[in-house]
Structures are given as structure tokens and as C-alpha cells.
């Protein structure tokens, strides 16, 4: 099953803050998060790991509760380059390593 | 160091044909996953390839086949065609081998119209 991302869309003004949820109905081992502009790669913004361990970019944060199997990522004061489509992936863990992906969060922000 | 290399980027076949795409690794990865996004979509998971060999698949036919290579490079090859297989194909290579979970870095995707 696939993660489930809320919202779908939100539209912000240049400097105001967002949050993105995702939720899972299993067990996570490890939450990824990717940025995707339109016709553009998917760009790694964050890994968020069972344990508390997080990698990922200076301006961006994000919460990670394995008890509720949920992640969060933060986005404050905005700027018109974090428009885009924000997907969450949830880790299998193990060898074969795979990512499956929410349907995605489409964040617009305006001057 | 370069990124993520994919091949063509556009293409339109009919139905029943055959397609084979292409992809480069990033330096220093040796894991290649392909991921199939439909529009609107989120990526889904076709398969991973290391060492030269499928690691692990999504939920996809056999018609969906793929090939790692010595230099790490990859192919994804789709028999049959079919409408439905219309999508961008996404290419992201790893590092298997490291402490934590992998960070994907994907390619910008091959876009396939299937007529």
C-alpha cells in the first residue's frame, strides 16, 4: 500500500511556512522525501530513519513518529524555487531496497 | 560528478511493439532501480538491479525486463506494448554497500506515448 500525502495541493505566498503529512498504514523503516519540478527529476530533500537518524538539506526539516507511522516535512519561509511536487516514499529496508511513493503534494508559491 | 543519464527522453511507439530504454548511473553507484510514473502519479516501482542481477520487483509482468551492466549502466526493455504502459520512466541509481538507508538520485525519465 502506498503512502497516503495531505494535502493534495496548497498555494503559498513567498516567505509563509507549509506543512506536508504523510501517513502509512505499515510498519516504516525509513520515510525519503523528493522534490519534483515539472519535467524535471525527482531531487532528494530528506531521509528520515528509524531511530531518529536524518539526512538531508539545511533548510528543510522534517518529524518522523514510528508510532504513528507518520512523517511531516516542514517547509518555513518559503521562496518561489520550493514550488513543485513533494513526494514522500516509505523504505522497505533490506537488500533489495525500494522506495514506494505517495501520490504526491503540489505546492505553489507566489511572489 | 555526474548525475543520472537517461535515454531518449521522448518516444511513441503503437501497441505491440518493443522499447528499450537506457540509463547511465551516477559515479560511484553500483545499484540501479527503474520506476514508472503515470501522470499525476507518484513513482512506482518496476525493479533494481545490482551486481548484475535483479534485486527485488514491483508488481509489473514479465514483459517489463531489464539489464545491469559491468560499468553499472542499465536497460529497461517492454515487450508487447500496451496503452496503459504510456508514462514517464524514471532511472535512479545507489550505493548498496554503506551504512543507512540509500539515497536515490533519479534521472529527468524517459517519456514513452504508447498509440
Same mark, same amino acid.
Given at each position: 500500500?502506498?503512502?497516503?500525502?495531505?494535502?493534495?495541493?496548497?498555494?503559498?505566498?513567498?516567505?509563509?511556512?507549509?506543512?506536508? @503529512?504523510?501517513?502509512?498504514?505499515?510498519?516504516?523503516?525509513?520515510? $525519503?522525501?523528493?522534490?519534483?519540478? $515539472?519535467? %524535471?527529476?525527482?531531487?532528494?530533500?530528506?531521509?528520515?530513519?528509524?531511530?531518529? %537518524? =536524518? /539526512?538531508? $538539506? %539545511?533548510?528543510?526539516?522534517?518529524?518522523? @513518529?514510528? /508510532?504513528?507511522? =507518520?512523517?511531516?516535512?516542514?517547509?518555513?519561509?518559503?521562496?518561489?524555487?520550493?514550488?513543485? +511536487?513533494?513526494?514522500?516514499?516509505?523504505?522497505?529496508?533490506?537488500?533489495?531496497?525500494?522506495?514506494?511513493?505517495? /501520490?504526491?503534494?503540489?505546492? +505553489?508559491? @507566489?511572489? | 560528478?555526474?548525475? !543520472?543519464?537517461?535515454?531518449?527522453?521522448?518516444?511513441?511507439?503503437?501497441?505491440?511493439?518493443? !522499447?528499450?530504454?537506457?540509463?547511465?548511473?551516477?559515479?560511484?553507484?553500483?545499484?540501479?532501480?527503474?520506476?514508472?510514473?503515470? *501522470?499525476?502519479?507518484?513513482?512506482?516501482?518496476?525493479?533494481?538491479?545490482?551486481?548484475?542481477?535483479?534485486?527485488?520487483?514491483?508488481?509489473?509482468?514479465?514483459?517489463?525486463?531489464?539489464?545491469?551492466?559491468?560499468?553499472?549502466?542499465?536497460? *529497461?526493455? !517492454?515487450?508487447?506494448?500496451?496503452?496503459?504502459?504510456?508514462?514517464?520512466?524514471?532511472? #535512479?541509481?545507489?550505493?548498496?554497500?554503506?551504512?543507512? #538507508?540509500?539515497? *536515490?538520485?533519479?534521472? #529527468?525519465?524517459?517519456?514513452?506515448?504508447?498509440?
Amino acid at each position: 500500500q502506498q503512502p497516503v500525502q495531505s494535502p493534495q495541493a496548497v498555494i503559498l505566498r513567498e516567505g509563509e511556512d507549509a506543512v506536508i @503529512n504523510c501517513s502509512s498504514s505499515k510498519a516504516l523503516y525509513s520515510v $525519503h522525501w523528493y522534490r519534483q519540478k $515539472h519535467g %524535471e527529476a525527482p531531487v532528494f530533500l530528506m531521509i528520515l530513519l528509524k531511530g531518529g %537518524e =536524518q /539526512k538531508g $538539506h %539545511e533548510k528543510i526539516s522534517a518529524s518522523f @513518529n514510528e /508510532k504513528k507511522q =507518520q512523517s511531516s516535512l516542514y517547509l518555513t519561509a518559503s521562496q518561489l524555487s520550493y514550488s513543485g +511536487t513533494y513526494f514522500c516514499g516509505q523504505g522497505s529496508g533490506g537488500s533489495n531496497y525500494k522506495l514506494t511513493f505517495g /501520490k504526491g503534494t503540489l505546492l +505553489t508559491v @507566489n511572489p | 560528478e555526474t548525475g !543520472v543519464t537517461q535515454s531518449p527522453t521522448h518516444l511513441i511507439k503503437t501497441r505491440g511493439q518493443q !522499447v528499450t530504454l537506457r540509463c547511465s548511473s551516477q559515479s560511484g553507484h553500483n545499484t540501479v532501480s527503474w520506476y514508472q510514473q503515470a *501522470l499525476g502519479q507518484g513513482p512506482q516501482f518496476i525493479f533494481q538491479y545490482y551486481r548484475e542481477e535483479e534485486n527485488g520487483r514491483g508488481n509489473f509482468p514479465p514483459r517489463f525486463s531489464g539489464l545491469q551492466f559491468p560499468n553499472y549502466s542499465s536497460e *529497461l526493455n !517492454v515487450n508487447a506494448l500496451e496503452l496503459d504502459d504510456s508514462a514517464l520512466y524514471l532511472c #535512479a541509481s545507489s550505493f548498496t554497500g554503506g551504512a543507512g #538507508a540509500n539515497v *536515490l538520485t533519479f534521472g #529527468a525519465g524517459s517519456r514513452l506515448t504508447v498509440l
